[in-house]
């Protein structure tokens, strides 16, 4: 079975692969592939070289056409490649055909991210989710592990039974990992509901975003506590909670995981438990980087997301960060087509989320600027469920 979790003291580099297609042009692909490279930068790859091709849809043996393949084989030869990734899933067929032809460590943008969690995963619930995400990933792909071991094989205590090949008993024990791994999440997530059953007389509040926006460090100046953060991506894993208190008016603050665009839905499923923080929250903080060329399809992805999980009609923040890059980059010390600006997003915004609990706002978390003004919009909320939804509450 493929370790991901290699911890190999020489450098790993890769080759990057994406394809061009109707839906997706050479912009956009090349926008995947920096989202790639920066993914395998917090994995601790090096990427060394890109490759893209024009095909409306993958190739059903090897995802790339013959003389892309061929390319692809003649770089990571002469430059001794350990891995090639690729932007998209590749099947159970794919990965076999890709590994015998590379004769290299293939992965896809799934099990990149999934390396990634591993990494990060701290505590033993999200150690478990991950672990289980994992292997049920696997499964499906495990005939090219055991390409070499067509032929039946015997031995005492091999099989599971008469006439059983060692890829049959490797599923068999796949199976049993998951249902393991499963009844040991089963049995956390009910101490995490009793534990957030425990907290339902504080106002809950969650930081949601694209990955790498911001979160954990608006969460450390609003908690005013040392809540891990850095420039890669999912620096979070496991929901971080903290009590605030604004305007003599307490609540829960949590810091969850962040979404990204193709996240693995085995992901999004075995992280249900911690993604409870978000469905349970009474108010979102919606932290977009809007520095970012794609901020947009960012606030799309994250949205598609809150909705597949059921938390997409709550009381939404839409915070907007980054905002000090943004003036840099875009508008270079006009601070009055700066406020117009601001204006206009503000406009678009709300225009598009007409809802009334639905507000935006401007921050640079890192330069502390609309700080203050994020905090008395947040404690104006707060405060407006807090007196209604638990009245009683002392």
Same mark, same amino acid.
């Given at each position: 079975?493929?370790? #991901? ?5 020489? !450098? ?6 994406? #394809? ?7 912009? $956009? ?25 024009? &095909? ?7 995802? /790339?056409?013959?003389?892309? +393949? ?7 030869? *002469?430059?001794?490649?350990? %891995? ?13 055909? #890709?590994? !015998? ?14 390396? @990634?969690?591993? %990494? ?6 999200? $150690?478990?989710?991950? =672990? ?33 090949? =060692?890829? =049959? ?48 460090? &608006?969460?450390?100046? &609003? ?38 665009? $193709? ?15 978000? /469905? ?11 520095? *970012? ?14 909705? =597949? ?21 875009? @508008? ?13 997003? !503000? ?23 609309? @700080?203050?003004?994020?905090?008395? +919009?947040?404690?104006? !909320?707060?405060?407006?469920? *807090? ?6 509450? *002392?």
């Amino acid at each position: 079975m493929q370790n #991901l979790n290699s911890t190999d003291k020489k !450098q790993e580099t890769a080759i990057l692969v994406a #394809l061009i297609h109707q839906k997706q042009g050479v912009e $956009k692909t090349q926008e995947y592939l920096d989202e790639l490279a920066f993914l395998a930068a917090t994995a601790g790859i090096l990427t060394l070289k890109t490759f893209t091709q024009r &095909l409306e849809r993958p190739d059903i043996k090897t995802f /790339v056409g013959k003389g892309k +393949l061929e390319d692809i084989a003649a770089y990571q030869k *002469h430059h001794d490649v350990n %891995l090639v990734i690729f932007d998209d899933e590749l099947n159970a067929s794919q990965l076999r055909n #890709l590994e !015998q032809l590379l004769n290299c460590r293939i992965l896809d943008r799934s099990m990149l991210i999934l390396k @990634i969690f591993m %990494l990060r995963a701290k505590t033993a619930q999200a $150690k478990i989710q991950v =672990e289980l995400a994992n292997y049920q990933y696997i499964l499906p792909r495990l005939t090219r592990l055991w390409s070499h071991h067509s032929r039946q094989k015997g031995g005492i205590g091999l099989r599971g039974g008469p006439g059983e090949t =060692e890829l =049959e008993t490797d599923r068999r024990i796949v199976r049993d990992k998951i249902s393991l791994l499963k009844e040991k999440l089963e049995l956390i997530e009910k101490q995490a509901f009793t534990q957030r059953k425990s907290r339902e007389a504080l106002v809950r509040v969650a930081l949601v975003g694209y990955t790498n926006v911001g979160k954990s460090t &608006l969460m450390n100046l &609003l908690s005013k506590s040392e809540v891990f953060a850095e420039n890669k991506l999912f620096a979070t894993v496991d929901a971080t909670v903290r009590k605030v208190v604004l305007d003599q008016t307490p609540f829960l603050l949590t810091d969850t995981v962040g979404f990204i665009r $193709k996240l693995p839905t085995t992901l999004i499923e075995c992280f249900k438990s911690t993604l409870a923080e978000i /469905v349970e929250a009474d108010i979102l903080l919606h932290v977009i980087d809007v520095s *970012h060329e794609s901020y947009e399809e960012h606030i799309e992805v994250v949205n598609k997301t809150l909705a =597949e999980i059921g938390a997409a009609n709550k009381t939404i923040i839409l915070v907007f960060n980054k905002i000090d890059l943004y003036k840099n980059e875009e @508008i270079v010390n006009n601070d009055d087509a700066l406020t117009s600006t601001m204006e206009q997003l !503000q406009a678009t915004y709300i225009g598009k989320n007409p809802q009334e609990d639905r507000k935006a706002i401007f921050i640079s978390a890192l330069q502390k600027e609309g @700080i203050n003004d994020l905090r008395a +919009l947040l404690a104006k !909320q707060v405060a407006k469920i *807090h007196f209604t939804i638990y009245p009683n509450y *002392h």
